[in-house]
């Protein structure tokens, strides 16, 4: 019989990340924003926090409506945050905002974190997703089989 694992994560986000958050909230006219999340995972207290979610890039392509963040700039940034916190801080997930009041993952972002879960070289089996939306945030931790949704504890 298979057994289902119960562990359930708690989950925190620094206040620097909630302070970017807050700053990309696209208001009517903007395009979409994003970035990816890094941060520290202790499994002996099943805990994920949150550390940094990066900004915006040249090379990335936006529109009101969709957001692509370039694959080469962000594996800079995830390999030199790794190296500069001794293997500490990794890359835990992706962030975007959406035009929405309470925003929800459209069929291409839950194409693109099925795809992006899947990816050989990840550390992780899963990662989290954050829409930003203009009233509302979406929260949720995706695997290969399920997405559930989760809530961050903000560190001050
Ligand atoms: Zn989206």
């Not at 990309?24 to 940094?52: K, T």
């Not at 500069?84 to 009041?101: K, L, N």
């Amino acid at each position: 019989m298979q057994r289902v694992s119960r562990i359930s994560w708690n989950f925190e986000l620094r206040s620097a990340v909630a302070d970017t958050f807050d700053r990309y909230i696209q208001l009517p006219g903007e395009n979409e924003a994003g970035g990816i999340l890094l941060g520290e995972i202790y499994p002996d207290q099943n805990l994920i926090r949150v550390v940094e979610a990066t900004v915006p890039t040249r090379a990335d392509r936006a529109t009101a409506t969709t957001w692509h963040r370039d694959t080469d700039s962000a594996n800079k940034h995830i390999h030199r945050a790794w190296r500069d916190s001794d293997g500490r801080v990794q890359y835990i997930g992706e962030w975007h905002t959406h035009a929405q009041r309470h925003p929800r993952p459209s069929g291409r972002d839950r194409q693109t974190m099925n795809e992006l879960v899947r990816e050989p070289g990840l550390v992780t089996d899963w990662l989290l997703l954050a829409i930003i939306g203009q009233r509302s945030n979406y929260f949720s931790k995706w695997t290969t089989a399920s997405e559930e949704r989760i809530n961050f504890q903000e560190l001050s």
